[in-house]
């Protein structure tokens, strides 16, 4: 009876006790869940983390190029204005007298101002602006006016004594306005017996702007062409001074290319050589900016003004135009103007400078003179006649220049697109091998899958440990039940966690790799996309060549030459 | 005009000094000269000529000195490159003058320095083909127009 009391007894404890366990187990079990899912929640937010990090520092990279550019701008701003207050500061009164000598033979026109006035204001110039040619100019003007023969030679000897180019050309021009024809060729003359065509000065390119359009007589254009003519035989006797040229064309060319327009994001972002690729489509929409800029040329042939308008304007730019000690400052404006222009990129701003520069050297050969015209003839002070005329003399080269950067551009088309989506390297020609790519990708992805799933093991220790536990226990089922069943249970417990476990990571993996092989999926077809585009665009862009080349090469000198104003109006 | 004398004499020492080196702005007026279009289909007629054919390169030759207007092989560009049309997987083929052959190009097959810089231009399809010489690539378009380039050489103009 005892015996069965106890027993009954001591069953129905170690029976609770069990069932604690069992309870225990399952609590621990549950933790086990909570601990797992949420290290999967902790992974998935390092991921998201890693994410955001990156597009942060894209968007502080962006942020902090914007930025540079912006104060860059801001900066080139202040300093075209302190730039253009200091010119005006130093060379101000330069201008004042510039306008004073068109104000004068304007008022001569019409005969409303005095002599005594002419006389007075001049010698007050005279005083204000020491060392300044046009100052002593004015003055031998008014006195020749008035019909002070001594003062006139006077003042005409102490003008050429400061510039004698720049006065010789100033007589001459005033002889022509007054419709003194004999006396204007004879400074004419006066002023190519200066010139040397490996040495000529700056404001040469405004006689040769005057003689061109054709406010001379005929005498002097043939004078002129002779001059030039042979000038051009001398300096085309060797290749040195053209090749000069070409190079200065060629980074001409280099430097005129459009910003680029950001519309290959994708290739941007997984294309290895993308610098190349947009290098290329930089170089070949250049192309039609050239064929842009040497149309304005060409077509700006403009009779519509009237001898007296545009000798006016001649001897306004030539005394408007910097004098050679306003220079340095000159440069510095134009840089910040560039940088402006450039939308704040100083290194954009500084090839086109440089490209540039020619222009603010002091003394230039005359092919050298003719590309200055050609590059910017306000700068090299000349008008929109006087580039045409320059851009057809230098034709041959130009074609020659401009052969050499097509086909330094098109040497540097890259052949393949290297694209790197995630660790998956490969390369397209033009796009056209999209199946193949695909599949490539696909086998890419089923390896990585295959790599990743046998990095993680199959949990054989937590199983052979839960069959022992088992096997264990069941070798004392007879000896002591209760224990045994315990140890089944803990056995089980172990070997079902474990599988659980395995088969969750496993899915996830599986989940996934399948994901990221979706998005690349999605990445490649859309590079590839891109690539079709790009190779299009390219090809398109590069096509334009041909035209241009054909347009540069029909421009003829003999065309712009004789279309001065007078055959003009014989023609009218 | 007494200060066009003395620069006269400058320069042409500077001239007469660059002389050997030079690649003239004249000189060269001869080499750009429009090809003939026998001369264009003398060269696109490679394809149909097998690698060793001795009698095939004799008249190609004879060819080429009506083009050039000269028997010296020395004026003659070293050597031709064009588009294969053989097709896959042949991509140029290249006449060597100096060795006279004719090889075909496969498309990872690289060739001769001197003939590789050629390569990517014959490729394009705006030019028929490219005359190699020792300093400059004479790229000739389908209707026969030549210009020149300084690809290749160490050109500082």
């Known amino acids: 009876m005892a015996d069965q009391a106890i027993s009954y007894a001591d069953l129905s404890y170690i029976n609770s006790e ?25 992974e998935n937010d390092l991921v998201v983390l890693q994410s955001d990090l990156a597009k942060l520092t894209s968007l502080f990279n962006e942020f902090v190029d914007a930025d540079t550019r912006h104060k860059a701008l801001q900066l080139a701003e202040t300093r075209v204005g302190n730039l253009r207050q200091e010119l005006d500061l130093k ?11 068109i104000g004068i033979l304007q008022a001569v026109d019409v005969g409303i101002v005095n002599d005594n006035t002419l006389q007075f204001t001049t010698e007050e110039v005279m005083i204000k602006a020491p060392g300044y040619w046009l100052a002593p100019a004015l003055v031998a003007l008014a006195s020749w006016i008035r019909d002070d023969r001594h003062n006139t030679e006077n003042a005409l000897n102490e003008s050429l004594r400061r510039d004698d180019y720049k006065a010789t050309l100033f007589y001459m021009l005033i002889m022509r306005r007054l419709g003194r024809n004999d006396a204007s060729l004879k400074w004419l003359e006066r002023y190519f017996m200066h010139q040397n065509p490996h040495n000529l000065s700056r404001e040469f390119i405004t006689i040769l702007e005057a003689v061109i359009t054709g406010v001379f007589p005929p005498a002097a254009r043939q004078l002129m062409m002779s001059n030039v003519k042979d000038w051009l035989d001398l300096l085309t006797h060797t290749d040195n001074f053209v090749n000069q040229q070409k190079a200065q064309w060629v980074s001409f060319f280099e430097a005129s290319g459009p910003l680029p327009e950001g519309k290959y994001p994708l290739l941007e972002k997984y294309c290895i050589n993308w610098p190349t690729l947009t290098a290329a489509l930089k170089a070949a929409k250049t192309h039609k ?30 005394v408007v135009n910097f004098d050679d000690e306003e220079l340095p400052l000159q440069e510095q404006v134009r840089l910040n103007q560039l940088i402006i222009q450039m939308d704040g990129s100083k290194s954009a701003a500084e090839a086109m400078m440089n490209s540039e520069k020619h222009i603010f050297e002091e003394k230039v050969d005359f092919l050298q003179l003719l590309t200055n015209a050609s590059f910017n003839p306000q700068l090299a002070g000349a008008t929109k006649a006087t580039q045409t005329l320059a851009v057809s003399i230098s034709q041959p080269w130009i074609v020659e220049a401009y052969d050499t950067f097509t086909a330094q551009s098109r040497n540097k088309i890259p052949k393949t697109i290297e694209l790197t989506i995630e660790d998956f390297k490969t390369s397209t020609k033009d796009g056209g091998n999209e199946n193949e790519l695909v599949k490539s990708q696909e086998l890419f992805y089923e390896n990585t899958l295959r790599i990743e799933l046998g990095r993680i093991s199959f949990p054989w220790g937590a199983i ?22 315990v140890g089944v249970g803990i056995g089980g417990v172990i070997i079902w966690m474990s599988m659980k476990n395995y088969n969750k990571i496993k899915k996830a993996i599986i989940a996934n790799v399948e994901e990221r092989k979706r998005k690349a999926k999605e ?17 398109t862009e590069d096509a334009n060549a041909e035209e241009v080349r054909h347009f540069i090469a029909a421009i003829r000198a003999e065309d712009f030459t004789s279309l001065s104003k007078e055959t003009a109006r014989n023609i009218i | 005009m007494a200060r066009i004398i003395l620069q006269n004499e400058n320069f042409d020492f500077d001239a007469s000094k660059k002389q050997t080196t030079s690649t003239g702005f004249l000189s060269d007026r001869g080499l750009l000269k429009k090809r003939s279009q026998k001369y264009l289909d003398l060269i696109a007629s490679l394809d149909q000529k097998t690698l060793s054919e001795t009698k095939g390169i004799e008249e190609l030759m ?93 050109t500082n103009f």
């Open chain 1, 18 to 42: 069990l069932r604690s366990i069992g309870s225990y187990i399952s609590g621990i079990s549950n933790e086990i869940g909570v601990i797992s899912s949420k290290q999967d929640n902790l």
């Open chain 1, 91 to 101: 060379f101000g009164y330069y201008a004042e007298v510039r306008r004073m000598a």
């Open chain 1, 289 to 318: 900016v050239l064929q842009a800029y040497f149309q304005d040329i060409v077509s700006s042939t403009d009779f519509s003004k009237s001898v007296k308008v545009q000798l006016d304007e001649i001897l306004s730019l030539l």
């Open chain 1, 464 to 485: 052979i440990i839960g069959s022992l536990l088992c096997l264990g226990a069941i070798s004392f089922v007879v000896a002591a039940p209760l224990a045994a069943l």
């Open chain 1, 523 to 539: 990445v490649l077809r859309g590079c590839i996309a891109e690539t079709v585009d790009y190779r299009n665009e390219l090809a």
């Open chain 2, 62 to 154: 004879k060819g080429l000195q009506e083009e050039f207007g000269t028997a010296e092989l020395a004026s003659l560009p070293i050597g031709i490159v064009a588009k294969c049309f053989l097709g896959d997987p042949y991509e140029v083929h290249r006449l060597d003058l100096t060795a006279q052959i004719i090889r075909h190009y496969k498309i990872n097959e690289s060739m001769e320095p001197d003939f590789e810089k050629a390569r990517t231009l014959a490729l394009h399809n705006a030019y028929a083909l490219v005359e190699v010489y020792k300093e400059k690539l004479i790229l000739i378009r389908l209707d026969g127009t030549a210009s020149k380039t300084d690809i290749g050489t160490p």
